[in-house]
C-alpha cells in the first residue's frame, strides 16, 4: 500500500539555524504534498503545501521542494525560533484519495 | 462552528466496554476524515466521509470499530469491546471537497485511554 517515510524521528537546532525534515513517498500517482504542526494537546495544522506541477514554493521562513522523479519532498525552515518547535507531519495523496501521513519530527529549537 | 470540535477530549474506558467518539466539522464542509494517532507515532487513517457516504473505510482496524455521518454534518466513531491497543488519540478532520487541495482542518482529538 501507499507509505510515507519520514527523517529525522527528532531534530534539535540552535535559534536562528535552519532546520530540514526529508520525507519520501511510495505512491508515484500521488500530486498534493502539505506540511502540518502539531503543538502539544492540540491537532495538527497546515503550514505550507505543494502540488506536482511545481518544484518548490515559500511562505515567508518556510518553505518545501518536491522532487516526483525521486519521490522525494523537504521542508525547510530558516532563521528558527523558539516557537517553531512542535512536531511536524509530511503527507501525500492524490486527486480525491485521503492523505497519507508520515511519521513525524520532532523539532526542538534552543535558544 | 468556528472549528473542527471533536468530544470528549478525554475518555478513560474500562476494556471490554464501548465508547463513542464524536465529531463536529465546520459547517458547509462536506469531507470528513478519522485518523488514529499512537503515542509517539504518525497519523494512521481509519476511513473517510463524502457527505453521509464513507468511500474508503479501508483503515478500520477490525470489525469492533466502525462509523457513521448524519446530515452531512456529524460523525460518531464508535469501538466496540475496546482493548488496551485501542488507546490512542483519535483525530477527526473536515475538508470543503474530497479534493485534497482544499486541505484539512483537524480538531483537537480525542484522547482515548483503556484500562
Known amino acids: 500500500g501507499e507509505n510515507v517515510e519520514q527523517h529525522p524521528s527528532t531534530l534539535s537546532v540552535q535559534e536562528g539555524d535552519s532546520a530540514v525534515i526529508k520525507c519520501t513517498y511510495s505512491?508515484?500517482?500521488?500530486?498534493?504534498f502539505p506540511w502540518y504542526k502539531q503543538e502539544l494537546g492540540k491537532g495538527p495544522q497546515l503550514i505550507i503545501d505543494i502540488r506536482s506541477n511545481v518544484g518548490e514554493k515559500k511562505d515567508q521562513r518556510i518553505a518545501v521542494t518536491l522532487n516526483k522523479t525521486a519521490k522525494h519532498f523537504s521542508l525547510h525552515i530558516t532563521e528558527t525560533q523558539p516557537e517553531d518547535s512542535a512536531v511536524y507531519f509530511c503527507?501525500?495523496?492524490?486527486?480525491?484519495?485521503?492523505?497519507?501521513f508520515g511519521t513525524g519530527t520532532r523539532l526542538q529549537v534552543f535558544p | 462552528g468556528a472549528g473542527v470540535s471533536q468530544s470528549p477530549s478525554n475518555k478513560v474506558t474500562e476494556k471490554g466496554k464501548d465508547v463513542e467518539l464524536r465529531c463536529d466539522p465546520i459547517?458547509?464542509?462536506?469531507?470528513l476524515y478519522w485518523y488514529r494517532q499512537r503515542l509517539g507515532q504518525g497519523l494512521e487513517f481509519l476511513i473517510y466521509f463524502q457527505g453521509n457516504s464513507a468511500p474508503d473505510k479501508s483503515g478500520l482496524p477490525s470489525d469492533r470499530f466502525s462509523a457513521e455521518r448524519t446530515g452531512e454534518s456529524v460523525s460518531t466513531l464508535t469501538i466496540q469491546r475496546t482493548q488496551q491497543e485501542d488507546s490512542a488519540v483519535y483525530l477527526c478532520a473536515s475538508s470543503l471537497s474530497v479534493r485534497l487541495a482544499y486541505g484539512y482542518t483537524f480538531g483537537s482529538g480525542t484522547r482515548l485511554t483503556v484500562v
Open positions: 459547517s458547509g464542509h462536506t469531507a
Open positions: 505512491d508515484s500517482a500521488s500530486n498534493y
Open positions: 503527507a501525500a495523496g492524490r486527486n480525491t484519495d485521503k492523505l497519507i
